[in-house]
């Protein structure tokens, strides 16, 4: 089945900065990778996704990069806020089928 | 805009013990996941379910259980509970055909205590 690597697991950046999480991903069948926010006891939340039939999307302050060949996606977040400060997943998934989740990286942005 | 619902949100169950978990998809979705996500753990994928046929199958256990009724609620029902069982339990849900290419949506999850 499908692997899902996450690193790093932490990430202590100043408010400003930007944050860069990185993913990698075994099955080249996988279409479909989204990335999740969660705050402490609370739900992932959707925050953006990609497609493998494009290779970047941007929605203001965070962006999803796609490399298929190296089978690896990264999120990046740009002057990064307090409110910021969560745990982030990646996921991979082939049609919308089972959803793979890497390990998590806990984001905390210093004010 | 309605969203997932679970219930219960908290359940408390003692060691070999049964528990029945629900989810109520967002209306006019028709496929159903449910995830386990234990403390500083990732959701681990379970089963899946599109218009009432199971659709995949992750980690779940064999002493779990689950399956999708015609008003396309799912229940997961959780039989000799053990400590380790102890999580948050999450469904989604997407739209299959009526939207093939819409990502899935959580609900606000189960925390399950098993003592």
């Known amino acids: 089945g499908e692997n899902v690597e996450q690193h790093p697991s932490t990430l202590s950046v100043q408010e400003g900065d930007s944050a860069v999480i990185k993913c990698t991903y075994s099955?080249?069948?996988?279409?479909?990778f989204p990335w999740y926010k969660q705050e402490l006891g609370k739900r992932p939340q959707l925050i953006i996704d990609?497609?493998?039939?494009?290779g970047e999307k941007k929605d203001q302050r965070i962006a999803v990069t796609l490399n298929k060949t190296a089978k690896h996606f990264s999120l990046h977040i740009t002057e990064t806020q307090p409110e910021d400060s969560a745990v982030y997943f990646c996921?991979?998934?082939?049609?919308?089928?089972?959803?793979?989740f890497g390990s998590g990286t806990k984001l905390n942005v210093k004010p | 805009a309605a969203g997932v619902i679970q219930s219960p949100r908290h359940l408390i169950k003692e060691k070999r013990e049964t528990a029945t978990l629900k989810c109520y998809p967002i209306?006019?979705?028709?496929?159903v996941y449910w995830y386990q996500q234990g403390p500083g753990q990732d959701p681990q994928f379970l089963i899946s379910?599109?218009?009432?046929?199971?659709?995949d199958k992750g980690s779940i256990p064999d002493r779990f259980s689950a399956q999708q009724f015609s008003d396309y609620h799912s229940e997961l029902n959780m039989s000799s509970l053990e400590l380790g069982d102890s999580a948050l339990y999450f469904c989604?849900?997407?739209?299959?055909?009526?939207?093939?290419?819409?990502?899935?949506?959580f609900g606000p999850g189960t925390r399950l205590l098993v003592l």
């Open positions: 989604a849900s997407r739209p299959g055909l009526a939207g093939p290419q819409e990502t899935q949506y």
């Open positions: 099955d080249s069948a996988s279409n479909y």
């Open positions: 990609i497609r493998s039939n494009v």
């Open positions: 996921a991979a998934s082939i049609d919308f089928n089972k959803f793979y």
């Open positions: 209306p006019r979705h028709d496929t």
């Open positions: 379910f599109y218009e009432k046929m199971q659709s």
